[in-house]
């Protein structure tokens, strides 16, 4: 039995320390996605505590945490775009989701309180493109009947830095709008047409909070936590749904997992009357080869660990745990693929 599957069984055995966590405790670097940055912190402070696993997480934007483990400068980097399978095969890596999410878009008008304003991929898309851009454009006022638009210019914001976020907010975008997806696509980074760029989740909520008329798409965590205004969204069925727990979460449900090559499932826009339609999961990305196979080790139980007892903090935050299939599924792959 190798060193990192002795660790594991360790773990999976539910093994912990005798003496106090945070005298010996152990630390993980990790970095990239800014989307998950709000529970892998809180799942930090809780696993210190438990396990004696520190964990260091630098929130980049999933474009530098792929860059940061492909060069190995980090124990695990952090996605909300899967990693291109052959990058993944390249680089050596295992890629497993750790939660899942949702991108809500957010605004700042005057007098619209929150989820009161009705949009739709097809709007949205056409005001990232430029096409609309005031308020009380006829489309948004058709849309939004009973509900006074002001006559203001729209200030759209996106991520500067390579996203994640962007990676799943432009997948909706091209999943909803032909135009969208021939002329930008679904990437990290695009070329938008219209609008400023802010750095991180944090960034894009700071700055649609600070310009009037502005919209921009974040993280669900990053309004909620700062009391920003979200709007409603059409979903495929036509229904209009506001960004809930339980609208995720009917979402997160039919994600097929078991057809998902290296886990990376398609949540976006799925079917269901209640399903929000901007639903992700986020993953890791462990190297097979870790130089220092303890701290792999520390990876992993330290996501065994939040799988277990990480539910109730990634709902508090309203993220989606995994379903617990999906769970075993990736302990299996641990042990499978993670060599010392």
Do not use: C
Request: charged share 15%; glycine share 10%.
């Amino acid at each position: 039995m190798n060193f990192i599957t002795k660790a594991l069984a360790v773990t999976l055995a539910g093994f912990t320390l005798a003496a106090p966590a945070a005298l010996r405790a152990q630390q993980i670097t990790g970095a990239g996605a800014t989307f998950p940055a709000p529970v892998y912190a809180k799942w930090g402070e809780a696993a210190k505590a438990a396990i004696g696993i520190e964990l260091n997480y630098q929130a980049i934007g999933s474009g530098g945490g792929q860059n940061q483990i492909l060069n190995r400068t980090v124990d695990f980097g952090a996605s909300d775009a899967p990693m291109d399978p052959a990058k993944l095969t390249s680089g050596n890596l295992l890629q497993f989701p750790a939660v899942m999410g949702a991108v809500v878009p957010i605004v700042n008008l005057p007098g619209i309180a929150a989820d009161q304003l009705k949009l739709t991929g097809e709007i949205l898309a056409d005001i990232y493109a430029g096409t609309i851009t005031k308020w009380n454009d006829p489309k948004l006022v058709e849309l939004n009947h009973g509900l006074t638009l002001p006559n203001i210019a729209i200030a759209p914001v996106y991520r500067a830095d390579g996203s994640g976020t962007t990676f799943v907010f432009t997948s909706y975008l091209s999943a909803v709008s032909p135009e969208w997806k021939s002329k930008v696509g679904a990437s990290t980074s695009v070329k938008w047409a219209a609008g400023n760029g802010a750095k991180g989740n944090d960034g894009v909520a700071a700055t649609v909070r600070q310009v009037r008329g502005g919209i921009g798409y974040v993280e669900n965590a990053y309004a909620t936590q700062n009391k920003l205004t979200t709007a409603q969204l059409r979903n495929k069925s036509g229904a209009f749904v506001k960004p809930t727990l339980e609208a995720f979460a009917a979402a997160a449900a039919n994600g097929d997992w078991k057809n998902a090559p290296n886990f990376a499932v398609d949540l976006i826009d799925t079917q269901g009357a209640t399903s929000w339609p901007i639903v992700s999961a986020t993953f890791i990305l462990l190297p097979k080869d870790a130089k220092d196979p303890a701290r792999s080790a520390n990876v992993m139980k330290f996501f065994d660990w939040a799988y277990k007892n990480g539910g109730k903090i990634a709902a508090d935050l309203e993220y989606i745990a995994l379903p617990e299939a999906v769970q075993n599924a990736v302990r299996a792959a641990w042990a499978a693929n993670v060599k010392s």
